[in-house]
């Protein structure tokens, strides 16, 4: 077992993540993705700025199609 780091939001880091992993690992038949982030948050009030959540749906939520 082996992890690795992607920065999701970066397209040409994904398209380095993907030759990385299959330079690495030829055979790789199973790749699980167990990624995304979380931000303090108060429920009882709501924000002006909804960037943080948009973060945490686009990321946990699309992933890279986000």
Not at 19 to 25: R, T
Not at 45 to 54: F, G, H, R
């Given at each position: 077992?082996?992890?690795?780091?992607?920065?999701?939001?970066?397209?040409?880091?994904?398209?380095?993540?993907?030759?990385?992993?299959?330079?690495?690992?030829?055979a790789?038949?199973?790749?699980?993705?167990?990624?995304?982030?979380?931000?303090?948050?108060?429920?009882?009030?709501?924000?002006?700025?909804?960037?943080?959540?948009?973060?945490?749906?686009?990321?946990?939520?699309?992933?890279?199609?986000?």
């Open positions: 077992m082996k992890y690795l780091t992607l920065d999701i939001e970066d397209p040409a880091a994904i398209k380095a993540f993907a030759n990385q992993v299959a330079a690495e690992f030829p790789l038949n199973v790749l699980v993705n167990n990624a995304g982030i979380m931000r303090p948050e108060t429920l009882l009030e709501q924000p002006d700025d909804l960037s943080d959540a948009e973060a945490i749906v686009t990321t946990n939520l699309l992933g890279r199609f986000g």
